[in-house]
T-cell receptor, first 114, second 119 residues
Framework: AQSVTQLDSQVPVFEEAPVELRCNYS??????LFWYVQYPNQGLQLLLK??????LVKGINGFEAEFNKSQTSFHLRKPSVHISDTAEYFC????????????FGGGTRLMVKP | GAVVSQHPSRVICKSGTSVKIECRSL??????MFWYRQFPKQSLMLMAT?????????EQGVEKDKFLINHASLTLSTLTVTSAHPEDSSFYIC???????????????FGDGTRLSIL
């Protein structure tokens, strides 16, 4: 079984500042990694995914994440945040070749202040 | 792109009422759909995996008689909260992998969720 840990439940940051949302996972098998964003009272929207290949993946809205196998991490970054980035962010994993069940981290609330 | 439609978006009803939530894949077939429950300021907890034409697979601790799942077609799964009580109040979200996605590498498409409030 796999597990996902998002180390920060809340991250306050000023507008136009850089931000990093941390995600660590544990699994006995290879996994695929995803970041989703959730705006209030809405479902989840995919930001980016790591399947294989380059460990630095770029997603929508200027976000990127880097897969670090040795540290079992998949931290999400953005060089300059906007007020509109205020939302809940979820890191998730699914096992390779084992169906589509996602295991989610606890979520990180990004609060961008003017 | 692929879209999952969830309906209704919000339900407020009295204790003892049964509530049905629909999850539809609009432009793809979904042999599998997932149902999640999300408490305020918490993560998504998988409740069950809905399989077209067969019984749903429930996660440990989820009452199958309380949360009835039906996946009668390739585009529709329903979750019925039977005899709902205030403790069933929550945000329920469905998701489906796109057609052909069965190896974990396809990002799932999520519905917009249903906020259920039981008075």
């Amino acid at each position: 079984a796999q597990s996902v840990t998002q180390l920060d439940s809340q991250v306050p940051v000023f507008e136009e500042a850089p931000v990093e949302l941390r995600c660590n996972y544990s699994s006995s098998v290879s996994v695929y990694l995803f970041w989703y964003v959730q705006y209030p009272n809405q479902g989840l929207q995919l930001l980016l995914k790591y399947l294989s290949g380059s460990t630095l993946v770029k997603g929508i809205n200027g976000f990127e994440a880097e897969f670090n196998k040795s540290q079992t991490s998949f931290h999400l970054r953005k060089p300059s945040v906007h007020i509109s980035d205020t939302a809940e962010y979820f890191c998730a994993v699914s096992e390779v070749n084992a169906g589509n069940m996602l295991t989610f981290g606890g979520g990180t609330r990004l609060m961008v202040k003017p | 792109g692929a879209v999952v439609s969830q309906h209704p978006s919000r339900v407020i009803c009295k204790s003892g009422t049964s509530v049905k939530i629909e999850c539809r894949s609009l432009d793809f077939q979904a042999t599998t759909m997932f149902w999640y429950r999300q408490f305020p300021k918490q993560s998504l907890m998988l409740m069950a995996t809905s399989n077209e034409g067969s019984k749903a697979t429930y996660e440990q601790g989820v009452e199958k008689d309380k949360f009835l799942i039906n996946h009668a077609s390739l585009t529709l799964s329903t979750l019925t909260v039977t005899s709902a009580h205030p403790e069933d109040s929550s945000f329920y979200i469905c998701s489906a992998p796109p057609s052909g996605g069965s190896f974990g590498n396809q990002p799932q498409h999520f519905g917009d969720g249903t906020r259920l409030s039981i008075l």
